[in-house]
C-alpha cells in the first residue's frame, strides 16, 4: 500500500514534535478518537527516539522516515531508519520533506507541519498567519499539477526567513500553479506574501520546483 503521509526529516530529538502534530491531521480529515491518535502518538514517538538515540553513531544525524496510510478503520504507522549511519550517509539537512496523497489529509497536515516547523523558529503570530494563507493557496490550487495524485513539498526555517518548496510538479506545474493563484481585486497571493516567488529547476534539473521564500518580519 502507497502510503497516504510520508515524512522524511532529521534523527533529531526536537523533530518528534513535528511527527506528532503531522499525525493529527487524521483526526481533522477522518475523525480518528483523539483516545486512539494519543496511543498512536506515544508509540511512534517512543519509535521515533529509539531512532534518535539509538541507530546513528554519536555524532551522525542521519535520516528518519514515517509513512502513515489510513484504510477504512485501520491507521498503520511506520518508522524507518537507515541503520549504522556511516559519515556520507549522514544527514547535514534541517529541511522537512512531506509527501501527501490528494484529498482531506492535505490540507491539515501540510500546515501542521509548515507551522510547527515556523513555531520552533519562533515566529510571530501574525506572520503564521500568512503562512497559513499560503499553504491554503497551495492546497486550493497544486492537486490539479500533481504526480500520481500525490504532492511533496519541503521546508526548512529560521527565525528570520523560511522556505517552502513543491516539488515533483508534471511539467509547466510550477509557473502555471503560481498563476493560479491570482484572485480579483487581491491579486496574487502567494506574490503578495512572499518576500520571493521562484520556478527552478530540482536537484537532478530534469524539472521545475516552485520556491515560495516567507521572511518572519523580526
Known sequence: MTPDIELALTARAENIAIVRHALGGFADAFDVPESKLADIRLAVTEACANVVVHTYPEGVEGPMEILASIDEDTLTV??????RATASAASTTSTTRVRLVEGPLLAPVLWRV??????????????????????DALCAHAPAYAQGGRLSFSIAADESEAELRVLELVDGGAATLVKDTRLP????????????????DDERGERAELAIVLA???
Open 216 to 218: 518572519s518580519g523580526t
Open 78 to 83: 511506520s518508522v524507518r531508519d537507515r541503520g
Open 185 to 200: 481585486v487581491v491579486g496574487n497571493v502567494l506574490e503578495r506574501i512572499a518576500r520571493s516567488v521562484s520556478v527552478e
Open 114 to 135: 509548515v507551522s510547527m516547523v515556523l513555531a520552533r523558529a519562533d515566529w510571530p503570530l501574525e506572520r503564521l498567519d500568512d503562512a497559513r494563507l499560503v499553504c
